[in-house]
């Protein structure tokens, strides 16, 4: 018979471990808090259902629904009107620059092909056709009537000027003041090209106040015919060149170191020198419309 293979070997059952000896944990291993258990959910509340809102509430919320569009559409249309009126502003102020540089343009060539030039004024000697002074030895008083013409001559050949009604005044020129001889009226006319105008008027004062230094200065002056007077004319001018026709403008004349004319003159009578006329346009002497001088 064959012999019995013999039995395996058994494998020793391992002990329980007891409650008293837990079994050692690695010394390499972290201790961790034990985690703590959230707390339980409360149940959920029930929603109490919603009440629909009242007819007249439901009624006011649908129109203002429509007033709430209405502004916003007005306000996305206000920024395109802002961007419109600055637009036409731009294109206003584009016009209106544009017109001002034709009006320029036309003014240069209207005064390269008519090269205007302002007329020449003068005055000529006064006539006194009468002249007293009272002796007194408190208070002296004169009368005096002065016969008064400015010479104008327009040198352009294609423009005319048109003078308006004005006055004219006359003084009698003293170291110690001017002494007022009175006004008059002095009538307008029409300067035409290349010719001679003349502005006439007579100035009459009576009972003219002086002490007696400057009365004795006037008779002195007055034998000898060294008077010596300064007129004034404030009128109004406009130019004209073929149908263009500018407005009126005040204008004024002043005519400084007027001389006496000598006994026996007659007023319109060129006797002595005549005194040259300054002009002032708006009140300002005229020095950018006058280029060329006063001869």
């Known amino acids: ?14 002990k329980p471990a007891t409650a ?20 339980p959910l409360a149940p959920p509340t029930q929603a109490r259902p919603l009440k629909p809102p ?15 569009r209405k502004r916003q559409y007005g306000r996305h249309r206000g920024g395109g009107g802002g961007c419109s009126g600055r637009r036409v502003c731009c294109l206003a ?15 240069c060539l209207a005064y ?15 006539a006194a ?15 005096v009537t002065a016969a008064v013409r400015v010479v104008s001559w327009n040198p352009n050949d294609r423009v ?7 006055e004219g005044r006359v003084a009698l020129a003293d170291a110690d003041g001017d002494v007022a001889l009175g006004w008059a009226p002095v009538a307008g006319f029409r300067h035409a090209p290349r010719s001679v105008a003349t502005v006439a008027f007579v100035a009459a004062a009576k009972g003219v106040v002086v002490d007696e230094a400057v009365a004795a200065r006037v008779r002195d002056r007055y034998r000898r015919r060294q008077l010596a007077f300064k007129v004034v004319v404030d009128t109004h001018v406009g130019a004209r060149a073929g149908a263009v026709r500018t407005g009126m403008v005040p204008v004024r004349l002043l005519c400084d170191g007027g ?4 006994r026996g003159g007659v007023s319109g009578s060129v006797v002595g020198p005549m005194s040259k006329c300054q002009v002032y346009l708006f009140r300002v002497r005229c020095y950018f419309f006058c280029i060329t001088p006063m001869n």
């Open 1 to 14: 018979m064959a012999d019995k293979p013999p039995p395996p070997p058994t494998k020793p059952k391992p």
């Open 20 to 39: 008293a000896q837990p079994a050692p944990a690695p010394a390499t291993a972290r201790t961790t808090p034990p985690l703590k258990k959230p707390p």
């Open 54 to 68: 009242p007819a007249h509430q439901y009624r006011q919320q649908q129109q203002q629904q429509p007033a709430n």
């Open 93 to 107: 102020t584009g016009f209106v620059l544009l017109a001002l540089c034709l009006a320029l343009a036309a003014a």
């Open 112 to 126: 390269l092909y008519y090269h205007p030039r302002p007329p020449s004024f003068h005055l000529q000697p006064l």
């Open 129 to 143: 056709t009468r002249f007293r002074v009272g002796n007194s030895s408190a208070v002296s008083a004169m009368d």
């Open 160 to 166: 005319s000027f048109e003078y308006g009604d004005g």
């Open 259 to 262: 001389a006496m004319a000598p």
